[in-house]
C-alpha cells in the first residue's frame, strides 16, 4: 500500500525534472526547435503537461509521455489497495 503511491510521486518527480519545470534557463535554450510564439510557454500540474508553444501554431510537450499515465495508474492502484484493507478490516 505504500509502493503505490511513493512509486507516483517518484514519477511525478521526475517528470517535472524532465519536463523542465524547474529549469532557469531562457526558454528559447530548452525550446530550440523553431521560433517561439509570444506566449512560449504553457504549464499545467495536474495532469502533468509543459508545452512549448511555436509561432506557426503548434506544440510539443515537455514532460514524456509515460509520466501521466504511469502516475495516474499508481494512484488508481493505492485507491484499490486502500479500499481493500478497509473492507478486509470490516469483515468479522
Known amino acids: 500500500m505504500v509502493a503505490a503511491p511513493s512509486a507516483a510521486v517518484a514519477v511525478y518527480l521526475h517528470g517535472v525534472w524532465a519536463g523542465h519545470f524547474l529549469d532557469l534557463r531562457a526558454t528559447s535554450e530548452y525550446c530550440p526547435a523553431k521560433p517561439l510564439d509570444s506566449t512560449s510557454t504553457s504549464a499545467d500540474w495536474l495532469p ?3 508545452l512549448c508553444r511555436y509561432a506557426d501554431g ?3 510537450d515537455l514532460v514524456p509521455a509515460y509520466v501521466n499515465p504511469i502516475v495516474f495508474l499508481c494512484l488508481a492502484v493505492a485507491v484499490a489497495c486502500t479500499a481493500l484493507t478497509l473492507r478486509s478490516a470490516r469483515r468479522p
Open 48 to 50: 502533468l503537461r509543459h
Open 58 to 60: 503548434t506544440t510539443t
